[in-house]
Structures are given as structure tokens and as C-alpha cells.
């Protein structure tokens, strides 16, 4: 994992984004926030798992799936499997280490 800082890679409204093997930053102070971390962390465990291409399709497939189904962004960003697995496993600093091969299938919901 790499972490670059840019203000202008990450989207308005974002504190980070993983692009495998880059986790980006909106700014410096960020590298201390563990959860933050851990959740970008969790990204790059699902984009190795899918081997990277494929996260991206199916991430962009369910983001217009989700968009559809709720009419509204910010709650289809929020119920895309992969962010659902993130923020729900954000805070357990030690999930990595417990974490089943492919474990957001089961957060899959339609």
C-alpha cells in the first residue's frame, strides 16, 4: 500500500479513495486516522480478491443499480456492498486479520 496526498484525486466529499495499490488522501493529517485507514484497507483486501478490474465494474454496476433503487447518491454510495462491508468494519482495527475470503458477497443485498 502507497498513500499519496492530493486534494485534487480524491472527490469533493471524500476523505480518501483506494485505487490499488494507491490509497490517496485528501490531505496529511489523514494518515493518522485510523479508521480511515482501516476502511481504505478493507478496499484494497476486495480489489486484490477480485483482482482489481473487476471490483471497479461491479463497484460502478451496483453504484447505478443502488442509484436507481434509492434515488439518491449519497444512499447508493452508502448500500454499494464493498462500502457496506467497509463502514460496518471500519472501527475493528483487527478485521483484516479475521476476515473471510470474499466476505462482501454477504453484504449483497437485492
Do not use: C
Not at 34 to 43: A, C, M, Q, S, T
Request: hydrophobic share 45%; charged share 25%; aromatic share 18%.
Amino acid at each position: 500500500m502507497v498513500i499519496l496526498i492530493s486534494k485534487y484525486l480524491v472527490p469533493n466529499g471524500y476523505m480518501g479513495m483506494t485505487v490499488f495499490p494507491f490509497l490517496l488522501l485528501k490531505s496529511k493529517t489523514l494518515k493518522e486516522n485510523r479508521v480511515l485507514i482501516n476502511h481504505e484497507k478493507i478496499h484494497l483486501k476486495q480489489q486484490l480478491e477480485l483482482l482489481i478490474i473487476p471490483f471497479f465494474v461491479i463497484y460502478v454496476l451496483e453504484f447505478y443499480i443502488r442509484l436507481l433503487q434509492y434515488k439518491n447518491r449519497k444512499m447508493a454510495y452508502r448500500n454499494i456492498s464493498f462500502e457496506r462491508e467497509a463502514f460496518e468494519n471500519e472501527k475493528d482495527l483487527n478485521y483484516l486479520k479475521k476476515r473471510p475470503f470474499w466476505n462482501f458477497i454477504g453484504y449483497y443485498s437485492f
